[in-house]
């Protein structure tokens, strides 16, 4: 039996599908992207559907990461999963990236330490967004403060990230488990 897309797939494709006839009309990527800011203003992602006349539509950064935004907004909202390179996913500096992007929410993932903690973290394991290793679980918040995020930063944790996003982004929680 064929899997049914997760839910968030699902609200994005049912989004573009309802946007597809204003952004056909517009020209598309290149009409949305004529009505660009100026010189020196960051392009959010708000600018490219309403320039586009799509109805309102949230943007979620995934992993409080934005990935290039600009004139390559689309190709990293649709077609990557990964953000942006120089800052690392789940970060206080996402999280502020995300904002400056115009994300209204910022997903972000959450784990519990050794000692009940909790941080922001993806994966089970710490190998791939830092230089360190070990599991999230298995490691005391002390032992996490101690290694850096790739490419940088610090681990943060939820009470961090809470503050950093109060009254600027709504905040997805996504509570990740060992199981």
Same mark, same amino acid.
């Given at each position: 039996?064929?899997?049914?897309? *997760?839910?968030? $797939? &699902? !609200?994005?494709?049912? =989004?573009?599908? /309802? #946007?597809?006839?204003?952004? @056909?009309?517009?020209?598309?990527?290149?009409?949305?992207?004529?009505?660009?800011?100026?010189?020196?203003?960051?392009?959010?992602?708000?600018?490219?559907?309403?320039?586009?006349?799509?109805?309102?539509?949230l943007?979620?950064?995934?992993?409080?990461?934005?990935?290039?935004?600009?004139?390559?907004?689309?190709?990293?909202?649709?077609?990557?999963?990964?953000?942006?390179?120089?800052? *690392?996913?789940? $970060? &206080? !500096?996402?999280?502020? =990236?995300?904002? /400056? #992007?115009?994300?209204?929410? @910022?997903?972000?993932?959450?784990?519990?330490?050794?000692?009940?903690?909790?941080?922001?973290?993806?994966?089970?394991?710490?190998?791939?967004?830092?230089?360190?290793?070990?599991?999230?679980?298995?490691?005391?918040?002390?032992?996490?403060?101690?290694?850096?995020l790739?490419?940088?930063?610090?681990?943060?944790?939820?009470?961090?990230?809470?503050?950093?996003?109060?009254?600027?982004?709504?905040?997805?929680?996504?509570?990740?488990?060992?199981?």
């Amino acid at each position: 039996m064929p899997r049914s897309p *997760a839910p968030s $797939s &699902l !609200a994005l494709a049912l =989004a573009l599908l /309802a #946007a597809a006839p204003a952004w @056909a009309q517009s020209g598309g990527v290149a009409g949305a992207l004529s009505g660009a800011p100026a010189a020196g203003q960051a392009l959010t992602v708000d600018d490219v559907f309403r320039s586009a006349g799509a109805p309102r539509v949230l943007v979620a950064a995934h992993r409080a990461s934005t990935g290039h935004w600009g004139a390559r907004v689309l190709d990293t909202l649709f077609n990557r999963r990964r953000g942006d390179p120089a800052r *690392a996913e789940n $970060s &206080l !500096a996402a999280i502020d =990236a995300a904002v /400056a #992007a115009g994300a209204h929410v @910022a997903e972000v993932d959450v784990r519990h330490t050794k000692d009940g903690a909790l941080v922001l973290m993806h994966d089970e394991d710490i190998r791939r967004t830092t230089n360190g290793k070990g599991k999230v679980s298995d490691l005391t918040l002390a032992e996490l403060r101690a290694v850096r995020l790739l490419p940088q930063g610090q681990l943060p944790t939820l009470a961090e990230a809470l503050p950093a996003a109060r009254g600027r982004v709504i905040l997805d929680l996504d509570l990740k488990t060992d199981r």
